[in-house]
């Protein structure tokens, strides 16, 4: 018994206290067959073992305060720009996952849990100018969450378990976004990672070589996930199988809410000489305006302020003025009947010989 209350409650579930007792039974003496087979009788006896309480609320939360990846040409000086051929890094990166056991409306223990993705800001940039940053300025509109920095990017999934119904809830947002296209960047990343020749070497035997390796490497990959599968199939028979399916079920949510809100990245092309041009997608907006039964679904889709315009000679010239459109959509089979209806706002465009002169020339400024 003395053994039982040192051993760890690890040991008592994988009955690892069991080889502990018995060593220290033959060190005093205990070398009867018989004497060994009573005292680990006595142990396993479920009445003389301590009880465990399992957990039944969990919080687990992991935060990344920030990372960055800068590739560096380190044939140009510390003060050139052009030494950083490319930065990316983001900041403040956090998971939180929360659970919590609970009787569902059927009466069964069930989990309620909630999963958090939280991104407060990230950003690329080349020669030390942003190809990639979120708008700082509007963060505050798109989200109240109540946090001091709103965060630039969020993603809930929760399981929600009410007295009469359980909840599946979806919600994604995510911050304005500004990128600027850079003609250049793609011949900046070919000239850092371009290899030096081989001396002396056949560059159709080091092709043939790579490829060889290449065809090893999927093969092998090919084989380990057909083992892995015939394993998992091996273990889980068909009785098995269905049983799990139908626990599965039992637990499935009978509801769903969605709520998805992004703010579309605003992209801006410089063309040579001409100006830039610059294309707002908006923002789009998906949501179900209750929770759903999962066979009948209400959904609406919005995509508002959709523009496009183009800077010359220090004026702004608007191409498409903003435009919105939407859609909601029904599904009911019960009825056999499903509805959608779509609404457009007015279209306005201004076209001129100098916007044709600019929208032709994005083309080349791109590629």
Known sequence: EA??????????????????????????????????????AEMDDETKVPELDIPSTYHVSITLPGYGVTLVHDEFPEEDPRRE??????????????????????????????????????????HRSDLLSFKADDTGEWYDCGEEIPPAGLFVVENQVLS???????????????????????????????MPPAPDADAD?????????KQQGEDRMQEMKDKAQEAVWNYLDEETLEQYKAEARKRLPNEVFIAVQLDAPEVSVPVFRLGHVTLCMGSLELKT????????????????????????????????????????AGVRPEDRKATATVEVEPIGVNV????????????????
């Open 3 to 40: 053994y039982k209350q040192k051993a760890s409650w690890w040991s008592r579930i994988t009955g690892g206290y069991n080889r502990e007792a018995q060593q220290a039974m033959q060190s005093q003496g205990a070398d009867t067959d018989e004497q060994v087979d009573q005292l680990l």
């Open 85 to 126: 051929v490319l930065m990316a890094s983001i900041e403040q990166a956090q998971v939180i996952f929360d659970a919590k056991q609970k009787l569902d409306y059927k009466g069964d223990t069930t989990l309620e849990w909630k999963t958090v993705f939280k991104l407060t800001s990230a950003a690329v940039a080349q």
């Open 164 to 194: 009469d119904k359980s909840v599946l809830r979806v919600e994604v947002r995510s911050a304005p976004v500004m990128i600027t296209l850079n003609p250049y960047i793609r011949t900046a990343l070919d000239s850092f990672f371009e």
């Open 205 to 213: 035997h080091v092709q043939r070589a790579l490829s060889a390796a």
């Open 289 to 328: 305006p209750h929770p759903c039964h999962t066979a009948s679904i209400d959904a609406e889709l919005s995509v508002r302020k959709v523009r496009l315009s183009m800077t010359t000679q220090g004026q702004e010239f608007r191409v498409l003025h903003p435009v919105s459109w939407s859609v909601s």
């Open 352 to 367: 001129s010989p100098e916007v044709v002169q600019v929208l032709l020339a994005v083309g080349p400024a791109v590629g």
